[in-house]
């Protein structure tokens, strides 16, 4: 699983990313659930790209890329 994290604090957005690749997509997305005050997108190994809804409008999604997208949901 690949990972990005959106947050203002870049020590923090570092410190998200290293966590949530170690944890996991499922852990991963459950700790997000119960935060929700960062955005990340990611992509896992089978092909599907996970992002969170603030990232809708900034995101795009690429037409037969071979990747599955999806918006995560709390």
Known sequence: MDDSIAVEDKVMADAYSTALYVMGEAAACDFWAGQ???DMVLVTRD???L???NLIDHFTEVE???YDYQV???
């Open 47 to 49: 092909g599907r790209v």
């Open 72 to 74: 995560l949901t709390a």
């Open 36 to 38: 929700q005050n960062f």
């Open 64 to 66: 037969d890329s071979g």
């Open 51 to 53: 992002y969170t809804p």
